[in-house]
Protein backbone atom coordinates (compact mmCIF):
# COMPACT_ATOMS: atom_id res chain seq x y z
CA UNK A 1 0.00 0.00 0.00
CA UNK A 2 3.12 2.46 1.06
CA UNK A 3 4.29 2.23 -2.39
CA UNK A 4 1.25 2.61 -4.10
CA UNK A 5 0.53 5.33 -2.44
CA UNK A 6 4.34 6.57 -3.29
CA UNK A 7 3.63 5.82 -7.01
CA UNK A 8 0.30 8.31 -6.62
CA UNK A 9 2.21 11.38 -5.39
CA UNK A 10 5.44 11.16 -7.54
CA UNK A 11 2.55 11.04 -10.17
CA UNK A 12 1.62 14.20 -8.95
CA UNK A 13 4.69 15.72 -8.40
CA UNK A 14 5.72 14.98 -11.88
CA UNK A 15 2.77 17.57 -13.18
CA UNK A 16 5.03 20.37 -12.02
CA UNK A 17 5.88 23.11 -12.87
CA UNK A 18 2.55 23.09 -14.49
CA UNK A 19 -0.40 21.27 -12.71
CA UNK A 20 -3.06 19.17 -14.35
CA UNK A 21 -6.10 22.45 -13.96
CA UNK A 22 -8.82 19.48 -14.11
CA UNK A 23 -6.81 17.05 -11.53
CA UNK A 24 -9.16 15.77 -8.67
CA UNK A 25 -9.30 17.52 -5.11
CA UNK A 26 -6.56 16.16 -2.76
CA UNK A 27 -7.78 17.61 0.43
CA UNK A 28 -11.03 15.69 1.99
CA UNK A 29 -12.40 19.05 3.11
CA UNK A 30 -11.99 19.74 -0.74
CA UNK A 31 -14.26 16.54 -1.60
CA UNK A 32 -17.02 17.98 0.50
CA UNK A 33 -16.97 21.63 -0.98
CA UNK A 34 -17.14 20.22 -4.56
CA UNK A 35 -19.97 17.89 -3.67
CA UNK A 36 -22.06 20.87 -2.51
CA UNK A 37 -21.43 22.99 -5.94
CA UNK A 38 -22.38 20.48 -7.50
CA UNK A 39 -25.52 18.42 -5.67
CA UNK A 40 -29.28 20.07 -5.12
CA UNK A 41 -30.18 20.81 -1.69
CA UNK A 42 -31.83 17.21 -1.56
CA UNK A 43 -29.15 14.57 -2.57
CA UNK A 44 -26.73 16.60 -0.75
CA UNK A 45 -28.08 16.59 2.41
CA UNK A 46 -29.51 13.36 2.03
CA UNK A 47 -25.64 12.19 1.75
CA UNK A 48 -23.97 14.70 4.66
CA UNK A 49 -27.11 14.97 7.09
CA UNK A 50 -27.64 12.45 10.11
CA UNK A 51 -31.22 12.02 11.96
CA UNK A 52 -32.66 14.40 14.70
CA UNK A 53 -30.22 16.99 15.87
CA UNK A 54 -27.17 15.29 14.06
CA UNK A 55 -25.65 14.74 17.92
CA UNK A 56 -25.15 10.92 17.18
CA UNK A 57 -23.19 11.79 13.95
CA UNK A 58 -20.97 14.11 15.62
CA UNK A 59 -20.45 11.65 18.75
CA UNK A 60 -19.36 9.25 16.20
CA UNK A 61 -17.23 11.79 14.10
CA UNK A 62 -15.80 12.39 17.34
CA UNK A 63 -14.86 9.24 18.66
CA UNK A 64 -13.32 8.02 15.43
CA UNK A 65 -10.77 11.09 15.58
CA UNK A 66 -9.35 9.80 18.50
CA UNK A 67 -7.87 6.93 16.74
CA UNK A 68 -4.21 7.96 16.02
CA UNK A 69 -2.05 5.81 14.16
CA UNK A 70 1.48 5.07 16.77
CA UNK A 71 4.81 5.28 14.54
CA UNK A 72 7.02 2.50 15.27
CA UNK A 73 10.54 3.19 14.81
CA UNK A 74 13.31 0.31 13.90
CA UNK A 75 11.20 -2.58 13.15
CA UNK A 76 11.98 -4.68 10.53
CA UNK A 77 8.97 -4.00 7.90
CA UNK A 78 10.66 -5.71 5.13
CA UNK A 79 7.81 -8.48 4.78
CA UNK A 80 4.52 -7.15 5.57
CA UNK A 81 1.19 -8.81 5.55
CA UNK A 82 -1.57 -7.27 5.58
CA UNK A 83 -4.30 -10.52 4.70
CA UNK A 84 -7.13 -11.00 7.05
CA UNK A 85 -9.46 -14.51 7.61
CA UNK A 86 -13.17 -14.06 7.80
CA UNK A 87 -15.71 -16.84 7.72
CA UNK A 88 -13.18 -19.12 5.95
CA UNK A 89 -11.87 -16.91 3.22
CA UNK A 90 -8.48 -14.64 2.71
CA UNK A 91 -8.53 -11.20 1.90
CA UNK A 92 -6.14 -8.82 0.97
CA UNK A 93 -6.52 -6.11 3.39
CA UNK A 94 -9.21 -5.73 6.38
CA UNK A 95 -10.60 -2.87 4.63
CA UNK A 96 -14.27 -3.58 3.15
CA UNK A 97 -16.57 -0.99 1.24
CA UNK A 98 -19.73 -0.47 3.50
CA UNK A 99 -23.20 -0.29 2.84
CA UNK A 100 -24.58 2.50 1.16
CA UNK A 101 -27.51 2.92 -0.76
CA UNK A 102 -29.22 5.23 -3.24
CA UNK A 103 -25.74 6.08 -4.96
CA UNK A 104 -27.58 6.74 -7.90
CA UNK A 105 -28.82 10.12 -6.25
CA UNK A 106 -24.83 11.70 -6.54
CA UNK A 107 -23.68 9.68 -9.94
CA UNK A 108 -25.71 8.13 -12.58
CA UNK A 109 -23.67 5.26 -12.17
CA UNK A 110 -24.25 4.53 -8.86
CA UNK A 111 -23.42 1.18 -7.09
CA UNK A 112 -22.34 -0.54 -10.11
CA UNK A 113 -19.42 1.78 -10.28
CA UNK A 114 -18.54 1.72 -6.82
CA UNK A 115 -18.44 -2.56 -7.59
CA UNK A 116 -16.52 -1.86 -10.38
CA UNK A 117 -13.81 0.09 -8.33
CA UNK A 118 -13.88 -2.30 -5.31
CA UNK A 119 -13.29 -5.13 -8.00
CA UNK A 120 -10.56 -3.46 -9.46
CA UNK A 121 -9.13 -2.66 -6.06
CA UNK A 122 -9.78 -6.35 -4.47
CA UNK A 123 -12.12 -4.92 -1.67
CA UNK A 124 -15.04 -6.76 -0.90
CA UNK A 125 -17.81 -4.61 -1.59
CA UNK A 126 -20.90 -4.79 0.31
CA UNK A 127 -24.14 -4.51 -1.53
CA UNK A 128 -26.74 -2.43 0.32
CA UNK A 129 -30.46 -3.57 0.33
CA UNK A 130 -31.16 -0.02 -0.68
CA UNK A 131 -29.22 -0.30 -3.75
CA UNK A 132 -30.68 1.41 -6.95
CA UNK A 133 -29.38 -1.57 -8.92
CA UNK A 134 -30.29 -5.06 -8.30
CA UNK A 135 -28.02 -6.82 -6.47
CA UNK A 136 -27.64 -9.54 -10.13
CA UNK A 137 -26.76 -6.15 -11.99
CA UNK A 138 -23.90 -5.52 -9.21
CA UNK A 139 -22.60 -9.01 -9.33
CA UNK A 140 -22.39 -9.17 -13.03
CA UNK A 141 -20.12 -5.96 -12.99
CA UNK A 142 -18.16 -7.70 -9.79
CA UNK A 143 -17.38 -10.89 -11.54
CA UNK A 144 -15.38 -12.83 -9.19
CA UNK A 145 -14.55 -10.06 -7.31
CA UNK A 146 -15.53 -10.82 -3.46
CA UNK A 147 -18.81 -9.61 -2.27
CA UNK A 148 -21.36 -9.45 0.58
CA UNK A 149 -24.80 -8.59 1.03
CA UNK A 150 -26.46 -6.04 3.41
CA UNK A 151 -29.96 -7.14 4.23
CA UNK A 152 -32.71 -5.02 5.78
CA UNK A 153 -35.11 -7.52 7.47
CA UNK A 154 -38.11 -6.89 5.79
CA UNK A 155 -41.88 -6.85 7.06
CA UNK A 156 -42.83 -9.08 4.83
CA UNK A 157 -41.00 -12.55 5.36
CA UNK A 158 -41.52 -13.58 2.17
CA UNK A 159 -39.31 -10.90 0.37
CA UNK A 160 -36.50 -11.16 3.26
CA UNK A 161 -36.47 -15.04 2.06
CA UNK A 162 -36.60 -13.92 -1.35
CA UNK A 163 -33.73 -11.62 -1.26
CA UNK A 164 -31.26 -14.16 0.63
CA UNK A 165 -32.04 -16.53 -2.05
CA UNK A 166 -31.06 -13.99 -4.74
CA UNK A 167 -27.85 -12.95 -2.93
CA UNK A 168 -26.88 -16.42 -2.53
CA UNK A 169 -27.25 -17.63 -6.18
CA UNK A 170 -25.48 -14.03 -7.03
CA UNK A 171 -22.63 -14.81 -5.64
CA UNK A 172 -22.85 -12.95 -2.27
CA UNK A 173 -20.52 -14.76 0.20
CA UNK A 174 -21.75 -13.34 3.32
CA UNK A 175 -25.37 -11.62 5.01
CA UNK A 176 -24.56 -8.18 6.79
CA UNK A 177 -28.22 -7.66 8.28
CA UNK A 178 -28.86 -4.17 9.32
CA UNK A 179 -31.75 -4.81 12.42
CA UNK A 180 -31.93 -1.29 13.75
CA UNK A 181 -34.12 0.32 11.23
CA UNK A 182 -37.81 -0.10 11.92
CA UNK A 183 -38.85 2.38 10.38
CA UNK A 184 -37.39 5.89 8.44
CA UNK A 185 -35.30 8.08 10.29
CA UNK A 186 -36.24 11.57 11.58
CA UNK A 187 -33.93 13.31 9.16
CA UNK A 188 -34.55 17.01 9.39
CA UNK A 189 -32.75 18.50 6.29
CA UNK A 190 -34.97 15.86 4.33
CA UNK A 191 -38.13 17.00 5.91
CA UNK A 192 -36.86 20.63 5.52
CA UNK A 193 -35.91 20.03 1.50
CA UNK A 194 -39.20 17.51 1.22
CA UNK A 195 -36.54 14.93 -0.22
CA UNK A 196 -37.22 11.30 -0.18
CA UNK A 197 -35.29 9.56 -3.34
CA UNK A 198 -37.51 6.40 -2.55
CA UNK A 199 -40.59 7.78 -3.41
CA UNK A 200 -39.09 8.57 -7.19
CA UNK A 201 -37.56 5.17 -7.66
CA UNK A 202 -34.47 5.29 -6.36
CA UNK A 203 -33.05 3.05 -4.11
CA UNK A 204 -35.32 0.23 -4.49
CA UNK A 205 -33.73 -1.60 -7.16
CA UNK A 206 -33.73 -4.61 -5.74
CA UNK A 207 -37.24 -4.36 -4.45
CA UNK A 208 -38.74 -3.66 -7.73
CA UNK A 209 -37.27 -6.78 -9.00
CA UNK A 210 -37.87 -9.03 -6.55
CA UNK A 211 -40.74 -11.86 -7.38
CA UNK A 212 -41.77 -11.86 -4.05
CA UNK A 213 -42.74 -8.44 -3.28
CA UNK A 214 -43.90 -7.97 -7.04
CA UNK A 215 -46.29 -10.85 -6.39
CA UNK A 216 -48.00 -8.63 -4.15
CA UNK A 217 -49.19 -5.93 -6.54
CA UNK A 218 -51.95 -5.79 -8.65
CA UNK A 219 -49.70 -4.39 -11.32
CA UNK A 220 -46.25 -4.56 -12.32
CA UNK A 221 -43.88 -1.92 -11.23
CA UNK A 222 -43.45 -0.83 -15.02
CA UNK A 223 -47.19 -0.40 -15.17
CA UNK A 224 -47.85 1.18 -12.00
CA UNK A 225 -44.54 2.43 -10.37
CA UNK A 226 -46.83 4.27 -7.89
CA UNK A 227 -48.30 1.42 -6.24
CA UNK A 228 -45.00 -0.16 -6.08
CA UNK A 229 -43.63 2.15 -4.36
CA UNK A 230 -46.23 2.98 -1.89
CA UNK A 231 -46.03 -0.80 -1.05
CA UNK A 232 -42.47 -0.31 -0.25
CA UNK A 233 -43.47 2.04 2.23
CA UNK A 234 -45.67 -0.61 3.90
CA UNK A 235 -42.89 -3.20 4.28
CA UNK A 236 -40.16 -1.43 4.79
CA UNK A 237 -38.57 -2.18 8.08
CA UNK A 238 -38.15 -4.70 10.84
CA UNK A 239 -41.80 -5.58 12.55
CA UNK A 240 -39.92 -7.42 15.20
CA UNK A 241 -39.01 -3.52 16.73
CA UNK A 242 -41.79 -1.75 15.68
Not at 17 to 44: F, K, M, N, Q, T
Request: charged share 20%.
Amino acid sequence: MTNFGNQVQFNVYQTMPSPDPDRLPIVYEEWEELAREVLEDGPYYYVAGGAGGEHTMKANLTAFDRWKIIPRMLRNVEIRDLTIELFGKTYNSPVMMAPIGVQSIIHPEGDLASAKASAALGIPFIASSASSAPMEQIANEMGDAPRWFQLYWNRDPDVTASFLKRAEASGYSAIVVTLDTPMMAWREYDLKNVYLPFLVGEGVGNYLTDPAFCSKLSKSPKEDPTEAIMHWTKTFGNPSLT
